[in-house]
């Protein structure tokens, strides 16, 4: 297995912020995470067609972040550590190694999560996933997901069980809002699912 080296990243350093990064969502980039904790913030995404995975982060505190990079065995390939840069996206190139499986390690002050990723031709596999925002924005719910191979449902219930919404979407790529601003005060689950697999938060409306 070769090695990567340090021309393997590159830091555009701009005031484009989580948000803008989250946005590209469409069928040029696979969404696989947005994540949110109380110091730092970020989205990464592998690049359909290419041999690429692209991050993007946001620093609310003054904290270093640590990036590794694991081929499929889980033998560490690369590490990158962001410190000075409060925000900004970095393009990982995987052309010298090649394609495959990758795991993507994100690491900062409190908290640590591990994400998997076909790079290449073979992200066009990858399983259907789901995404639903953390929080309300101005009472709607952000519905994203890519890849999905069969219907996926969107629902929209109470604690009783009672659907308010229910949709069935055909795309393979989604990026959209619901609005719940008509529900009644209480608390409702936001449900996304597609061939088994599904996820699913719970909001309340005021």
């Not at 980039?29 to 991050?55: L, M, P, R």
């Not at 309300?136 to 929209?156: C, D, I, M, R, W």
Request: proline share 1%; aromatic share 12%.
């Amino acid at each position: 297995m070769k090695t990567l080296s340090k021309t393997f990243v590159t830091l555009f350093v701009a005031l484009i912020g989580i948000q803008a990064f989250a946005a590209d969502g469409t069928a040029t980039f696979f969404k696989v995470a947005t994540v949110e904790t109380d110091n730092f913030g970020y989205s990464i995404y592998s690049v359909k067609n290419a041999e690429q995975i692209k991050f993007s982060f946001e620093k609310l505190e003054n904290v270093k972040v640590a990036v590794k990079i694991y081929s499929e065995d889980y033998d560490l390939l690369f590490t990158d550590i962001v410190s000075n840069a409060a925000e900004g996206r970095i393009n990982y190139n995987f052309a010298k190694v090649g394609k495959g499986t990758y795991h993507v390690k994100v690491t900062t002050k409190g908290f640590a999560k591990t994400h998997t990723f076909n790079v290449g031709e073979e992200s066009l596999k990858q399983a259907f996933m789901p995404h639903l925002s953390s929080k309300l924005e101005g009472q709607k719910v952000q519905v994203s997901f890519q890849n999905a191979v069969s219907p996926v449902t969107l629902k929209v219930y109470d604690a009783d069980g009672v659907v308010y919404y229910d949709e069935l979407i055909t795309n393979k790529q989604y990026n959209s809002y619901i609005n719940l601003s008509e529900l009644s005060s209480g608390k409702y689950t936001v449900e996304v699912s597609s061939g088994g697999k599904s996820t699913a938060r719970t909001v309340a409306i005021q």
